[in-house]
């Protein structure tokens, strides 16, 4: 067996809420003055926390950013996403193949809150696969793109970081898991442009790959092969 563990994303890699989550955010942020477009909004924001750009938002809107706005953000999100989420395509089967493989030598290692990992894995039909082994940033002294949460699952699995596999999709996560020593699996989804594809392999993605049903072979090979 090539790894000792897999660690897996959550948002944009699991579960499709990146649209979900970033199109209430810029609506958010436009009430407080902050007009941008979808694409902007993602750019700024996807693979990061709301509360690590405090900074950029305050100077932005003019306004601070107070744990009530924090705390509406995340409840507009959690309605939305009890609503409207879907998996990612081939997710849910690839999570079941490699479970099949790896049993509790699984995780997910998430830069979100834990509620809304665990919504998001109830909604899904997920959480079978992950409970007991779900890891929020928001729980460690730094967020991705720093290696903290990573580093926190491996162990907790008695995994070696450079035996473990990190399924990502953005350059934040992808920074993340070449930090803690893995091997970095980068979700690209069909229609992705070039030069996003290719920021993910800069950031140090060992495999760049666009079906999430194509995961559980990808896993199996002797050496990770760009793609």
Same mark, same amino acid.
């Given at each position: 067996m090539r790894f000792d563990a897999i660690l897996f994303d959550c948002d944009g890699v699991l579960v499709d809420s990146e649209p979900i989550t970033n199109g209430l955010l810029r609506d958010m942020l436009e009430e407080r003055g902050w007009a941008m477009s979808p694409e902007e909004c993602v750019r700024l924001f996807i693979g990061k926390a709301v509360k690590d750009e405090r900074a950029l938002i305050e100077a932005r809107t003019g306004q601070p950013l107070t744990e009530d706005w924090l705390c @509406?953000?995340?409840?507009? /999100?959690? #309605?939305?996403?009890?609503?409207?989420?879907?998996?990612?395509?081939?997710?849910?089967?690839?999570?079941?193949?490699?479970? @099949?493989?790896?049993?509790? /030598?699984? #995780?997910?290692?998430?830069?979100?809150d834990r509620f809304k990992v665990e919504l998001q894995f109830r909604k899904t039909g997920l959480m079978p696969y992950f409970e007991g082994r779900i890891f929020s940033g928001h729980e460690m002294p730094r967020s991705k793109p720093a290696p903290d949460v990573y580093l926190a699952a491996a162990q907790a699995l008695g995994a070696r970081p450079h035996r473990c596999a990190v399924v990502e999709d953005t350059v934040t996560g992808v920074t993340?898991?070449?930090?803690?020593?893995?091997w970095v699996y980068a979700y690209v989804p069909p229609g992705t442009s070039p030069s996003a594809a290719r920021a993910l392999w800069q950031a140090g993605a060992s495999h760049l790959f666009e079906d999430m049903a194509a995961l559980p072979a990808l896993l199996a090979v002797a050496e990770p092969v760009n793609a």
């Amino acid at each position: 067996m090539r790894f000792d563990a897999i660690l897996f994303d959550c948002d944009g890699v699991l579960v499709d809420s990146e649209p979900i989550t970033n199109g209430l955010l810029r609506d958010m942020l436009e009430e407080r003055g902050w007009a941008m477009s979808p694409e902007e909004c993602v750019r700024l924001f996807i693979g990061k926390a709301v509360k690590d750009e405090r900074a950029l938002i305050e100077a932005r809107t003019g306004q601070p950013l107070t744990e009530d706005w924090l705390c @509406a953000f995340r409840e507009r /999100r959690n #309605a939305a996403l009890e609503r409207d989420l879907q998996p990612i395509p081939g997710a849910v089967s690839a999570v079941a193949e490699v479970h @099949a493989v790896y049993g509790d /030598r699984i #995780a997910c290692a998430s830069g979100a809150d834990r509620f809304k990992v665990e919504l998001q894995f109830r909604k899904t039909g997920l959480m079978p696969y992950f409970e007991g082994r779900i890891f929020s940033g928001h729980e460690m002294p730094r967020s991705k793109p720093a290696p903290d949460v990573y580093l926190a699952a491996a162990q907790a699995l008695g995994a070696r970081p450079h035996r473990c596999a990190v399924v990502e999709d953005t350059v934040t996560g992808v920074t993340a898991g070449v930090a803690a020593g893995a091997w970095v699996y980068a979700y690209v989804p069909p229609g992705t442009s070039p030069s996003a594809a290719r920021a993910l392999w800069q950031a140090g993605a060992s495999h760049l790959f666009e079906d999430m049903a194509a995961l559980p072979a990808l896993l199996a090979v002797a050496e990770p092969v760009n793609a």
